[in-house]
């Protein structure tokens, strides 16, 4: 009993001392679980060694983070790792197996205003849609294998109102824009639709408007319809006569000073 124990001891000793890798038991615990598109994660466990490697993308032959864990014999260990694009990727802890293991899809919700909620017919507002906390819309700032889609919304509706585009892009930031114009009265819904990408689910978002009928399309009395360039619009009636009283009063000032030079000159004859 003793020699076994000596031996222990000293395999232990060596252990520590050295470094020795032989086998590692690891229990892989990711937190969150299952770890999400854009979002950093720790993976932590216990090994049985002093210092133990590790690695993100193990089996696939690209390594796209690592590091190397140091401490006791069946201390813990907690390895932090960067955010990563959705897939499945594999986590290697020193000699222990490859494990995979799979990133999710992030869920970002989809808000959509208008810059007007009330609108008569003919009437146009803004409408923008944004997005909140999407993964990876900047590569940069995610690992791992990606590809890249064009980041859109489409727009629909509920009540009568029509839109400049049925889609917009998402080129920079993090929202986009259309212009929608009411068409009937009534209440009416704009709908926001996220297409999603590799790394995002599909979300959507709504804002309510409400059309008012068009005013009365007859001019006041005072007012004439004129066309210009094949639309009808109304005149103010002074708008029109007022530079022809001008006019006119021009030329009976003319008139009346004319007819008075020549009474004069008559007289003097």
Not at 89 to 118: K, M
Not at 239 to 266: D, E, F, G, N
Request: glycine content about 10%.
């Amino acid at each position: 009993m003793g020699l076994i124990r000596a031996t222990a001891v000293i395999l232990v000793l060596l252990t520590i001392l050295l470094g020795l890798n032989a086998v590692v038991v690891w229990a892989d615990t990711f937190t969150p679980n299952p770890p999400v598109a854009g979002q950093g994660f720790t993976i932590s466990g216990t090994g049985v060694s002093t210092w133990e490697l590790w690695a993100i993308g193990c089996g696939v032959g690209t390594v796209y983070a690592s590091g190397i864990d140091y401490g006791f014999i069946g201390s813990p260990f907690t390895d932090i790792i960067p955010a990563l694009h959705a897939g499945t990727y594999g986590f290697l802890h020193s000699y222990d197996t490859c494990d995979t293991f799979s990133v999710t899809n992030a869920s970002p919700t989809t808000t959509v205003t208008c810059l007007a909620s009330t609108l008569n017919v003919g009437q146009m507002t803004t409408c923008i849609a944004s997005l909140s906390n999407p993964a990876c819309f900047s590569p940069a700032t995610c690992l791992g294998p990606s590809t890249s889609v064009p980041e859109t919304v489409s727009w629909s509706d509920a009540g009568s109102v029509s839109f400049s585009s049925s889609t917009c892009t998402i080129s920079t930031g993090t929202s986009c824009s259309v212009t929608v114009t009411g068409t009937g009265a009534g209440a009416a819904s704009v709908k926001g639709s996220y297409a999603g990408d590799g790394d995002n689910n599909p979300s959507s978002g709504t804002f309510p408007l409400t059309i008012n009928g068009a005013s009365s399309t007859s001019p006041p009395s005072s007012y004439i319809p004129v066309t210009i360039g094949g639309t009808m619009l109304p005149i103010n009636r002074l708008q029109v006569i007022l530079p022809w009283l001008t006019l006119i009063a021009a030329l009976s000032t003319l008139v009346a000073y004319t007819l008075t030079a020549s009474r004069k000159t008559t007289k003097r004859k």
